[in-house]
C-alpha cells in the first residue's frame, strides 16, 4: 500500500529562523510526484512545493525547499526565514498512477506554529 | 466568484436529516474530487469525476451519495448519517493529468457535525 507518513505531529519555530517538516513515503513505483500542502487555519489549502521523482536538482520556491532523498524515500521541507503567515497544518502528498486513475495520497500533517 | 466555493461553511444535522453539501469551480477545471479531513488522520479521497463522471468511488459507505451535474457543480447528499462522519468535507478541482497540471485547488470546506 501507498503511505505517506508525517512523523511531527507539531511544531513550532521563532520567526525568520528555519524550520523543517520530515516526509517518509512508502512505493514501489520508479515514476511519481511529491507535494507539499499548505492549510492555513479556517482557509483554503494550497500548494506549496512540487517535486517530480525523475528530477535529481531539489525544489525551490522563495523561502520554501525540499530535500528530497529518493533512496530513502524522504521528502522534508524546509522553510527559511519563518513568517507569522507560515503557521498552518502542513501536509505531504505522494501522487502515483494505479491502472489508469491518478492518486494522491495524503500524510496526517504537521501543525506549525510561527511564534513572534 | 474565483476558485472552489464549497457551501454551506458549517451544517448540524441529525442523523435522520437528509442535507446536502455543494460545491462549484470557476477555473474551467474537469475533474473534481470530495475529501473527507478528520482530526489527525490524514485526508480520505472519497469520490473523483472527471468529465462529469465518476471514475472513483473510494469505498465510500452509501449514505453519502455524491453527484456531478456538469464540471462545474459537484454535490454531496447525506442521509442517516453516523456520528463518525462528523468532519470537515473538502472540494477540489484539477485539469486531468493532476501531475502535469501540478496541483489540486481546494475550497474552504463544509464542516459537518452529526448529533
Known amino acids: 500500500a501507498q503511505t505517506v507518513t508525517q512523523s511531527q505531529p507539531e511544531m513550532s519555530v521563532q520567526e525568520a529562523e528555519t524550520v523543517t517538516l520530515s516526509c517518509t513515503y512508502d512505493?514501489?513505483?520508479?515514476?511519481?510526484?511529491l507535494f507539499w500542502y499548505k492549510q492555513p487555519p479556517s482557509r483554503q489549502m494550497i500548494l506549496v512545493i512540487r517535486?517530480?521523482?525523475?528530477?535529481?536538482q531539489n525544489a525551490t520556491e522563495n523561502r520554501f525547499s525540499v530535500n528530497f532523498q529518493k533512496a530513502a524515500k524522504s521528502f522534508s521541507l524546509k522553510i527559511s526565514d519563518s513568517q507569522l503567515g507560515d503557521t498552518a497544518m502542513y501536509f505531504c502528498?505522494?501522487?502515483?498512477?494505479?491502472?489508469?486513475?491518478?492518486?494522491?495520497?495524503f500524510g496526517k500533517g504537521t501543525k506549525l506554529t510561527v511564534n513572534p | 466568484e474565483t476558485g472552489v466555493t464549497q457551501t454551506p461553511r458549517h451544517l448540524v444535522m441529525g442523523m435522520t436529516n437528509k442535507k446536502s453539501l455543494k460545491c462549484e469551480q470557476h477555473?474551467?477545471?474537469?475533474?473534481m474530487y470530495w475529501y473527507k479531513q478528520s482530526a489527525k488522520k490524514p485526508l480520505e479521497l472519497m469520490f473523483v469525476?472527471?468529465?462529469?463522471?465518476?471514475?472513483e468511488n473510494n469505498s465510500v459507505p452509501s449514505r453519502f451519495s455524491p453527484e456531478c451535474p456538469n464540471s462545474s457543480h459537484l454535490f454531496l447528499h447525506l442521509h442517516t448519517l453516523q456520528p463518525e462522519d462528523s468532519a470537515l468535507y473538502l472540494c477540489?478541482?484539477?485539469?486531468?493529468?493532476?501531475?502535469?497540471?501540478?496541483?489540486?485547488?481546494f475550497g474552504e470546506g463544509s464542516r459537518l457535525t452529526v448529533l
Open positions: 477540489a478541482s484539477s485539469q486531468l493529468g493532476l501531475a502535469v497540471a501540478g496541483e489540486l485547488f
Open positions: 469525476y472527471n468529465f462529469k463522471e465518476q471514475t
Open positions: 477555473l474551467g477545471h474537469n475533474a
Open positions: 502528498a505522494y501522487h502515483f498512477l494505479q491502472g489508469g486513475s491518478e492518486k494522491l495520497v
Open positions: 517535486q517530480e521523482a525523475y528530477k535529481q
Open positions: 512505493t514501489s513505483e520508479s515514476n511519481y510526484y
